[in-house]
T-cell receptor, first 110, second 114 residues
């Protein structure tokens, strides 16, 4: 079946440290989206990756899509307290339905 | 200038009751969705409507009935509420289909069934 695993489930980092969350699929994806949900808030779209091996940057955030289009990662450099939240990958298996990964909850220790 | 708005924000009710959640989007999007987020933060799609037509209906109990009077509105009615229905329900919209369009979420409705 079409499954996606997102790891880690939780990540606690000191402010200023880097953070990475990974999303791994058992099947090839059409594309993948990433969302951020602040505590008590709603998911907010960050980016979409479409091409094999694609890398996109948004300030301190770097998004990668694997060459086989089966995995993706989100890396945050030098975390800040504003980065707190849950990061979801949302892989598209090409079936007109956007499923969400289980999310990685990031907490920052000031 | 709210893009996707849903009401109410909080809903506390007893088992067996019937309740509705309303959603409206002013983005001009064609597609609207209902997602359920449980206590572990798992986000699961429930329904999707495109131009008032149901296109996705996940394995959701029949007690849940979506209604889309027009493409800017998608309401969710829940009959005979159960404890397990407690969750945050998010409405969302997108332009076109999900293959290339980001989702815009509402602020969520926190439903608590006692």
């Amino acid at each position: 079946g079409q499954q996606v695993m997102q790891i880690p489930q939780y990540q606690h980092v000191q402010e200023g440290e880097d953070f990475t969350t990974y999303c791994n699929s058992s099947t090839t994806l059409s594309n993948i989206q990433w969302y951020k949900q602040r505590p008590g808030g709603h998911p907010v779209f960050l980016i979409q990756l479409v091409k094999s091996g694609e890398v996109k940057k948004q300030k301190r955030l770097t998004f990668q899509f694997g060459e086989a289009k089966k995995n993706s990662s989100l890396h945050i450099t030098a975390t800040q307290t504003t980065d707190v939240g849950t990061y979801f990958c949302a892989p598209n298996f090409g079936n007109e339905k956007l499923t969400f990964g289980t999310g990685t909850r990031l907490t920052i220790i000031p | 200038d709210t893009a996707v708005s849903q009401t109410p924000k909080y809903l506390v009710t007893q088992m067996g009751n019937d309740k509705s959640i309303k959603c409206e989007q002013n983005l001009g999007h064609d597609t609207m969705y209902w997602y359920k987020q449980d206590s572990k933060k798992f986000l699961k799609i429930m329904f999707s409507y495109n131009n008032k037509e149901l296109i996705i209906n996940e394995t959701v109990p029949n007690r849940f009935s979506p209604k889309s009077p027009d493409k800017a509105h998608l309401n969710l009615h829940i009959n005979s509420l159960e404890l397990g229905d407690s969750a945050v329900y998010f409405c969302a919209s997108s332009q076109g289909d999900l293959t290339n369009s980001p989702l815009h979420f509402g602020n969520g409705t926190r439903l608590t069934v006692t």
